[in-house]
């Protein structure tokens, strides 16, 4: 691939990823154009972006969706280049194509690449190829509730169902129960159908006591393929993370140095390009298996950068525009400790419902080592067509109970407010200090449903 000049970029997505793109761009000396839907005419990175242009009105099939207006926004601009952020367009192969097609640089995985990889059944077929460990389950969709029945009760319970078009946390059931089977079954694939067009479905093996281990890899148009080392997203609710750090904590070095080699080699084996990240389970006993491939960006970026002082939107660009890579596994050796917590407008007491209103104060942490990425501020109206995330808070520490302690007291200074807001900054300060947490012996469970009460309960 030939190298290819990058001059301005169009971001198309909004909130605090579009702003962390454009000032990167700005860095490196590249225009960029941000769009924009009604709602967020007056946003961080309108404001920001050396242009803007409107695409529509506040819901996202109609504006950051809608690949016509994103299209057009970058003709009449100019773009030479569109980076999808994460969210919305950025894992969608057919505006990869359309992106070619119009003789734009897509800033992410070729499409071709982000189809099979998008497709679970197909992923964990590739997968399973190269060598990377699944857990027991099908390996194709499956047609029937009753082919799927037999095949959970030969895996044994519990089993999740997932959707073959699924992520975010979306599309996905845990039966624990054969006589719940049936029922789920039709639930996940109507909810599948509705929320991805696609109602197909697929059964593995659920592992109660899991951590959810993530490795970032960096590959370019040239074969070169590095890994950026572990990061743990365990604390979550309802498969959707809240807490993220890098290095995983209390994994041997060994083990990282398997579970890295592993995503090189999967990601080699379907001629990966550009930032992604490969997703495992490690069970207690030290095994780790492949879940998915996620061709963007992560939400969790940050904590990798901190700890290794890499610019993973610079790269995504240089990536892009057909240089090669110039970092190895070595340069990438990470120094320190990072975590990340994201300021939600949930209420935890309410197994975390959306929480939206207008900000009437706004204070977020600062001090040493604290990075904020953000689009809010007082007087922001939270809308209600779009992901609840308003803020992430990034502590960087030379030990993981310095980071902790650094972290609790960022969450401590935090202070958004508003009529009817409700956030998870009290709530993320609460369980860093829970024993298992702080022991780095927690996992997926270690956040509770919601008690018959009403709170929210943290597993013991």
Same mark, same amino acid.
């Given at each position: 691939?030939?190298?290819?000049?990058?001059?301005?970029?169009?971001?198309?997505?909004?909130?605090?990823?579009?702003? #962390?793109?454009?000032?990167?761009?700005? /860095?490196?000396?590249?225009?960029?154009?941000?769009?924009?839907?009604?709602?967020?005419?007056?946003?961080?990175?309108?404001?920001?972006?050396? &242009?803007?242009?409107?695409?529509?009105?506040?819901?996202?099939? #109609?504006?950051?969706?809608? =690949?016509?207006?994103?299209?057009?926004?970058?003709?009449?601009?100019?773009?030479?280049?569109?980076?999808?952020?994460?969210?919305?367009?950025?894992?969608?192969?057919?505006?990869?194509?359309?992106?070619?097609?119009?003789?734009?640089?897509?800033?992410?995985?070729?499409? *071709?690449? %982000?189809?099979?990889?998008?497709?679970?059944?197909?992923?964990?077929?590739? %997968? *399973?190829?190269?060598?990377?460990?699944?857990?027991?389950?099908?390996? /194709?969709?499956?047609?029937?509730?009753?082919?799927?029945?037999?095949?959970?009760?030969? =895996?044994?319970?519990?089993?999740?169902?997932? *959707?073959?078009?699924?992520?975010?946390?979306?599309?996905?059931?845990?039966?624990?129960?054969?006589?719940?089977?049936?029922?789920?079954? &039709?639930? @996940? #694939?109507?909810?599948?159908? *509705?929320? !991805?067009?696609?109602?197909?479905?697929?059964?593995?093996?659920?592992?109660?006591?899991?951590?959810?281990?993530?490795?970032?890899?960096?590959?370019?148009?040239?074969?070169?393929?590095?890994?950026?080392?572990?990061?743990?997203?365990?604390? &979550?609710?309802?498969?959707?993370?809240?807490?993220?750090?890098?290095?995983? +904590?209390?994994?041997?070095?060994?083990?990282?140095?398997?579970?890295?080699?592993?995503?090189?080699?999967?990601?080699?084996?379907?001629?990966?390009?550009?930032?992604?990240?490969?997703?495992?389970?490690?069970?207690? /006993?030290?095994?780790?298996?492949?879940? /998915?491939?996620?061709?963007?960006?992560?939400?969790?970026?940050?904590?990798?950068?901190?700890? @290794?002082?890499?610019?993973?939107?610079?790269? &995504?660009?240089?990536?892009?525009?057909?240089?090669?890579?110039?970092?190895?596994?070595?340069?990438?050796?990470?120094?320190?400790?990072?975590?990340?917590?994201?300021?939600?407008?949930?209420?935890?007491?309410?197994?975390?419902?959306?929480? +939206?209103?207008?900000?009437?104060?706004?204070?977020?942490?600062?001090? +040493? !080592?604290?990075?904020?990425? @953000?689009?809010?501020?007082?007087?922001?109206?939270?809308?209600?067509?779009?992901?609840?995330?308003?803020?992430?808070?990034?502590?960087?520490?030379?030990?993981? +109970?310095?980071?902790?302690?650094?972290?609790?007291?960022?969450?401590?200074?935090?202070?958004?407010?508003?009529?009817? =807001?409700?956030?998870?900054?009290?709530?993320?300060?609460?369980?860093?200090?829970?024993?298992?947490? #702080?022991?780095?012996?927690?996992? @997926?469970?270690?956040?509770?449903?919601?008690?018959?009460?009403?709170?929210?309960?943290?597993?013991?």
């Amino acid at each position: 691939m030939t190298a290819r000049t990058i001059r301005k970029v169009l971001v198309a997505n909004r909130g605090e990823i579009a702003v #962390r793109v454009i000032r990167t761009c700005a /860095e490196l000396g590249i225009d960029t154009v941000a769009v924009y839907s009604v709602p967020d005419a007056d946003s961080a990175a309108v404001r920001l972006a050396d &242009q803007a242009v409107r695409i529509g009105p506040g819901p996202a099939k #109609r504006s950051y969706s809608y =690949i016509p207006a994103i299209i057009e926004a970058a003709r009449a601009t100019g773009a030479d280049a569109i980076h999808p952020g994460y969210g919305f367009l950025s894992e969608d192969p057919d505006f990869a194509e359309v992106c070619a097609a119009e003789g734009l640089l897509f800033v992410g995985t070729p499409a *071709a690449v %982000m189809a099979e990889l998008g497709d679970k059944s197909t992923a964990r077929a590739l %997968m *399973a190829a190269a060598g990377l460990p699944l857990l027991p389950g099908s390996r /194709e969709p499956l047609e029937t509730a009753e082919e799927a029945q037999a095949l959970a009760d030969g =895996i044994g319970y519990p089993v999740i169902i997932k *959707a073959v078009a699924g992520g975010g946390g979306r599309g996905m059931r845990v039966v624990r129960d054969p006589a719940d089977f049936a029922g789920a079954w &039709q639930q @996940t #694939r109507a909810n599948a159908t *509705a929320v !991805f067009g696609d109602g197909r479905l697929y059964v593995e093996r659920y592992l109660d006591s899991a951590r959810h281990i993530e490795v970032q890899i960096l590959a370019d148009s040239h074969g070169t393929v590095v890994h950026l080392g572990a990061r743990d997203c365990s604390l &979550q609710r309802r498969h959707q993370k809240l807490v993220e750090e890098s290095p995983a +904590p209390g994994l041997p070095d060994e083990l990282v140095a398997r579970i890295g080699a592993a995503a090189v080699r999967g990601a080699q084996a379907v001629g990966y390009v550009g930032a992604g990240t490969f997703e495992f389970l490690l069970d207690p /006993e030290g095994r780790f298996y492949f879940m /998915e491939v996620n061709c963007r960006l992560q939400v969790e970026h940050p904590v990798t950068e901190m700890v @290794t002082g890499i610019d993973l939107v610079a790269e &995504q660009l240089k990536i892009a525009s057909g240089l090669p890579l110039t970092l190895s596994a070595e340069s990438a050796t990470a120094r320190g400790v990072a975590i990340e917590c994201r300021i939600n407008a949930e209420d935890p007491t309410r197994e975390f419902a959306p929480a +939206p209103g207008t900000l009437t104060e706004c204070v977020l942490p600062g001090g +040493p !080592f604290v990075r904020i990425d @953000t689009h809010v501020g007082p007087g922001y109206a939270i809308p209600p067509h779009y992901d609840s995330l308003l803020a992430k808070i990034i502590v960087w520490a030379p030990d993981r +109970p310095a980071a902790i302690a650094r972290m609790r007291r960022a969450l401590a200074e935090t202070r958004i407010s508003g009529k009817g =807001i409700a956030t998870t900054a009290e709530f993320l300060h609460d369980i860093l200090d829970h024993p298992r947490f #702080r022991a780095a012996t927690h996992d @997926t469970a270690l956040i509770g449903t919601a008690t018959s009460s009403g709170g929210t309960r943290m597993a013991s």
